[in-house]
């Protein structure tokens, strides 16, 4: 069980950039493998970004691949997710997630596994 708060999201136009934070605490935090996930409002839930507890390999939905990187601190206990060329389909609430597996389907992560979520809003 991990505690995830996120942070950093907002209002931007196409083109800027955003950088998400993710805050855990509770079990050992590089022990998971980390996520970012998105849900735009009607939509389900999306994998956005992975990366492994040593940060060697990172997994990237097709859409953001290019313009989205995912970077992990363990001393920090933080995850973060670097948002550039941010188009308006990227509008959505960003979630993190913790998980000992990669998983590219929300329904795969535990429920006691995710953030609150933070707001990215993109404008045209």
């Known amino acids: 069980q991990v505690q995830l708060v996120e942070s950093g999201g907002g209002l931007v136009q196409a083109g800027g950039s955003l950088r998400l934070s993710c805050a855990a605490s509770?079990?050992?935090?590089?022990?998971?493998?980390m996520h970012w996930f998105r849900q735009a409002p009607g939509k389900e839930r999306e994998f956005v970004a992975a990366i492994t507890w040593t940060g060697a390999r990172t997994y990237y939905r097709d859409s953001v691949k290019g313009r989205f990187t995912i970077s992990r601190d363990n001393p920090k206990n933080t995850v973060y997710l670097q948002m550039n060329i941010l188009k308006p389909e990227d509008t959505a609430v960003y979630y993190c997630?913790?998980?000992?597996?990669?998983?590219?389907?929300?329904?795969?992560?535990?429920?006691?596994?995710w953030g609150k979520g933070t707001l990215v809003t993109v404008s045209s």
């Open positions: 509770g079990r050992t935090f590089s022990s998971y493998v």
């Open positions: 997630a913790a998980s000992p597996v990669v998983r590219t389907v929300a329904a795969g992560i535990a429920a006691d596994s």
